[in-house]
């Protein structure tokens, strides 16, 4: 399956490792570096190290299960966290949710077992995972403030201030802080700002408050129910361990996301967001199942079969994403895969580089994608697309100078320009392709790519650099609007 487009940006980053980067700290970059030193460059090697860590992840809640549960307790566990359409497909792709599920369990794990031992080293283990939870994501914040309502919410939880262990575990994981301190005061802030302010209106969207209804589809309806009755159920329990700690953490995750999300990014893909809840639940769930109805466990085994249907059809979905013809099937029943597909075929077509040509794509994702399969040595440059701010990478492209202001100081460079037609929404298509002739100097066509039945389409121009972007012009006075309009780019969508 070709990289995700955000894959393979996270593979860009990892050719030039550093403390941070404008969308995310450093571990993700750093696994997939790693993998590759060792295997070279390629789809598996990118995604193996994430295929390894969501493989993890059952043992990881087998082991929470084991505390306080039966002989069968881990093992049924571990299959209802397989059975969770998000929790068995973990892994396929090279994302930073893998690592920070990964780390979170782990934190979750020295927590339960340092309560009960209040040894060292499950302190430190506590800390080791929320320090691996910084090193991946802003969203280790959710873990922190998952910890913090447990402290001050439960009596087990309040006596644990006391304990020495408990300062040593925050002090590890305050290691995991110094990536992103450092990166953002070498950047000005660049990734506070896009994860805090960027991405966030910060006011009440009442389209929000479908979020159920999105968690439902993502964990399958009736698994998504049993989970939630898993919640009250644990919570009910608290005065017994480990449920005070599961419910809690799991709790915070699947509330404190609720409500956040109500006033938070409303744009972006965020159904996993809660998925360290959903897998802590399923840590306590078997228990909870041995003391409950027949009726109840009759219900579970029929959200447990559901769900594991619903993975089924996940892994289905990705290998018809997979091949051109299984696109074609998705794109036939309006699901289909853009962020999957094309980028091998505008690489397969690139036309040659003139000798000192630059090569350069109108977006941060195609121009990682023709890198990608390019290879690293290779330079693909990325006009200031909408699309670069909206996800982060901005600043990151203009960190690197692959960005329009890098261009402008290479002028009048000769250059390969590649236009995807169908990166934007139609409303924004026009206004972009239309002011790409004010970005640089439009020569002549050369040539275009049109794939999975005009879905995606891409064009080829010779151009040079412009040491300044020019005065607006109308859209229909630019040849690449007017190219992509003819070859029907948005009719055919």
């Not at 393979?8 to 700290?25: M, N, R, V």
């Not at 939870?133 to 087990?156: D, K, N």
């Not at 993975?311 to 289905?316: A, D, K, R």
Request: with cysteine; proline share 6%.
């Amino acid at each position: 399956m070709s990289p995700f487009g955000d894959e393979a940006f996270y593979w860009q980053e990892s050719l030039g490792l550093a403390w941070g980067y404008s969308d995310l700290p450093p571990l993700t970059a750093w696994l997939i570096a790693s993998s590759e030193a060792v295997f070279g460059h390629g789809l598996l090697a990118m995604r193996l190290p994430f295929l390894l860590l969501g493989a993890l992840v059952p043992w990881q809640v087998a082991a929470l299960a084991r505390r306080g549960g039966s002989a069968q307790a881990p093992w049924q566990a571990a299959v209802f966290a397989l059975l969770l359409p998000l929790g068995g497909s973990l892994g396929v792709l090279a994302l930073p949710d893998v690592p920070l599920t990964f780390s979170i369990l782990l934190a979750a794990q020295g927590l339960v077992a340092a309560l009960e031992t209040n040894r060292k080293r499950d302190w430190c283990l506590l800390g080791l995972g929320l320090a691996l939870a910084w090193c991946t994501h802003y969203r280790a914040a959710m873990a922190m403030l998952a910890g913090l309502v447990f402290m001050l919410a439960v009596p087990r939880g309040r006596r644990a201030w006391c304990q020495g262990g408990w300062w040593v575990a925050m002090a590890v994981a305050a290691l995991g802080l110094l990536p992103i301190i450092i990166y953002n005061i070498a950047s000005r802030g660049a990734g506070v700002a896009f994860q805090l302010v960027d991405r966030n209106p910060w006011q009440f969207h009442a389209d929000a408050l479908v979020q159920p209804l999105e968690q439902a589809l993502a964990c399958t309806p009736l698994l998504y129910v049993l989970l939630l009755w898993a919640l009250w159920q644990a919570w009910r329990r608290r005065d017994d361990a480990p449920c005070d700690v599961l419910a809690t953490l799991a709790g915070t995750f699947v509330i404190v996301y609720f409500v956040v999300g109500l006033f938070a990014d409303d744009v972006r893909f965020r159904a996993h967001w809660p998925l360290p809840g959903y897998l802590l639940l399923c840590a306590v769930l078997p228990v909870l199942l041995a003391h409950a109805s027949a009726w109840m466990r009759r219900f579970a085994g029929i959200a447990l079969g559901l769900a594991g249907v619903g993975l089924l059809v996940g892994f289905v979905y990705l290998g018809l994403a997979a091949s051109a013809r299984g696109a074609i099937v998705l794109a036939h029943a309006k699901a289909f895969p853009a962020n999957f597909t094309g980028w091998r075929d505008v690489a397969a077509a690139l036309p040659p580089q003139p000798e000192g040509a630059l090569l350069v794509a109108d977006n941060f994702m195609l121009a990682a994608e023709l890198r990608f399969a390019i290879g690293a040595k290779a330079s693909v440059y990325s006009l200031d697309s909408p699309l670069n701010a909206k996800h982060g990478r901005a600043a990151q492209l203009h960190a690197w100078a692959l960005d329009e202001a890098a261009l402008q100081d290479l002028a009048p460079a000769p250059l390969v320009l590649v236009v995807d037609e169908t990166a934007l929404r139609e409303r924004e298509t026009r206004e972009w392709l239309g002011s790409i002739c004010t970005r640089v100097d439009i020569e002549r066509p050369l040539g275009r790519v049109d794939a999975f039945d005009g879905r995606r389409r891409f064009a080829f121009y010779a151009a040079r650099a412009r040491s300044a972007q020019g005065p607006a012009v109308p859209p229909d006075q630019c040849i690449v609007w007017t190219q992509a309009y003819a070859a029907g780019a948005l009719r055919g969508r």
